[in-house]
């Protein structure tokens, strides 16, 4: 960054660098949401057995029926609250926002009865000049753990202010 560059890092965003601020829980995992959610991703294709077979799911190696891997807990809340948006949304007021990708690394699959537990949190970023002027790339980590702290995905978002 250049000496007359000026910095879009506010105090508020500093203040939540690495600190786990948004916590929820969701509703348990249900073998139809398990099931709604296989079909509608190998639709019009029929779902892996896997994810709906009972009898069968239990002769693999899981036991049972698992969620696929980008089944999401959280999908229909019953209310949108603040936890919904971005974690420096509101701390950096004015700026424009591109989506800069996503890293998902997995844990133990999700199984009906589940209750997932998500934490985020601004890891951290950096500043440079682009085309665009100053330019934050932002870094934050998205944890979910199940109800025995089993982490079941982290995800990596890179958010691009400017």
């Known amino acids: 960054m250049s000496a007359e560059a000026r910095s879009l890092v506010t105090p508020e965003l500093e203040s939540r660098r690495g600190l786990w601020l948004r916590e929820r829980l969701s509703e348990p995992v249900s073998a139809s949401a398990i099931r709604r959610w296989a079909i509608a991703c190998y639709w ?7 994810y709906w077979d009972e009898e069968y799911a239990a002769r693999t190696r899981h036991g049972g029926i698992v969620a696929p891997l980008e089944f999401n807990a959280f ?77 079941v995905r982290t995800r990596f978002i890179t958010s691009i202010r400017y």
Do not use: C, H, K
């Open 75 to 151: 999908t229909w809340p019953v209310e949108r609250d603040a936890a919904d948006s971005g974690l420096e949304t509101d701390a950096l007021p004015g700026l424009r926002s591109m989506a800069g990708g996503t890293r998902d690394l997995y844990g133990v699959p999700m199984r009906p009865g589940d209750v997932i537990r998500e934490r985020a949190r601004l890891a951290d970023w950096d500043q440079r000049e682009t085309r665009l002027g100053p330019t934050l790339f932002i870094r934050s980590e998205t944890e979910w753990t199940n109800q025995r702290e089993e982490l």
């Open 44 to 50: 019009p294709d029929p779902a892996p057995r896997l």
